[in-house]
T-cell receptor, first 116, second 117 residues
Framework: NAGVTQTPKFRVLKTGQSMTLLCAQDMNHEYMYWYRQDPGMGLRLIHYSVGEGTTAKGEVPDGYNVSRLKKQNFLLGLESAAPSQTSVYFC???????????????FGPGTRLTVL | AQSVAQPEDQVNVAEGNPLTVKCTYSVSGNPYLFWYVQYPNRGLQFLLKYITGDNLVKGSYGFEAEFNKSQTSFHLKKPSALVSDSALYFCAVRDPSYSGGYQKVTFGTGTKLQVIP
């Protein structure tokens, strides 16, 4: 049982390049989330999904797109990377829907992205 | 709007001594409160949460937290610190009464705990 995994662990991009971050979970969770972590700012929600085939915007969605074609995978795309997107990106999943008392999020190890 | 504050960027404590990591929150309703820990190069790991009931919540690795409604605080505590407790700790809050859509979790900025041997 691997939990939540993220690929890749590190990446360096040039401004304007594109890339996709992959998140996979083997816990059969319905709900998945993408966060970014920046110094002094805590974690901020980018996009989330409440089930296969669904996605929704979080707090800071601009410049990112997501897809949830399979229940176990949640992809985060950057179409045209900018230096402001330099960050550590975390994926998370949960069994219960947001707002339910049993909603505990399980996090992946993170992807460190640098945009030059 | 909900918010959470962790007033200390770093807390240093000697091994064996009690530790406290502070957290205060602001929500319009009754909060759900969480503590997560992040070890270097790892994702966040859930430690404990307060939903309702007893104000003292016990969690993983010997940690506990006390919910104080009058002071709007949820401080993380441990009676005897270990060197292996050194990590980044995040407090988080959710307002379960929010009905306008996704009930987001708001994270604090984190407190680095350094346990000195």
């Amino acid at each position: 049982n691997a939990g939540v995994t993220q690929t890749p662990k590190f990446r360096v991009l040039k401004t304007g390049q594109s890339m996709t971050l992959l998140c996979a979970q083997d816990m059969n969770h319905e709900y998945m989330y993408w966060y970014r972590q920046d110094p002094g700012m805590g974690l901020r929600l980018i996009h989330y999904s409440v089930g296969e085939g669904t996605t929704a915007k979080g707090e800071v969605p601009d410049g990112y797109n997501v897809s949830r074609l399979k229940k176990q995978n949640f992809l985060l795309g950057l179409e045209s990377a900018a230096p402001s997107q330099t960050s550590v990106y975390f994926c998370a999943s949960s069994y219960s829907p947001p707002g339910v008392s049993t909603d505990t999020q399980y996090f992946g190890p993170g992807t460190r992205l640098t945009v030059l | 709007a909900q918010s959470v504050a962790q007033p200390e960027d770093q807390v240093n404590v000697a091994e064996g001594n009690p530790l406290t990591v502070k957290c205060t929150y602001s929500v319009s309703g009754n909060p759900y409160l969480f503590w997560y820990v992040q070890y270097p190069n790892r994702g966040l790991q859930f430690l404990l949460k307060y939903i309702t009931g007893d104000n003292l919540v016990k969690g993983s690795y010997g940690f506990e937290a006390e919910f104080n409604k009058s002071q709007t605080s949820f401080h993380l505590k441990k009676p005897s610190a270990l060197v292996s407790d050194s990590a980044l700790y995040f407090c988080a809050v959710r307002d379960p009464s929010y009905s306008g859509g996704y009930q987001k979790v708001t994270f604090g900025t984190g407190t680095k705990l350094q346990v000195i041997p």
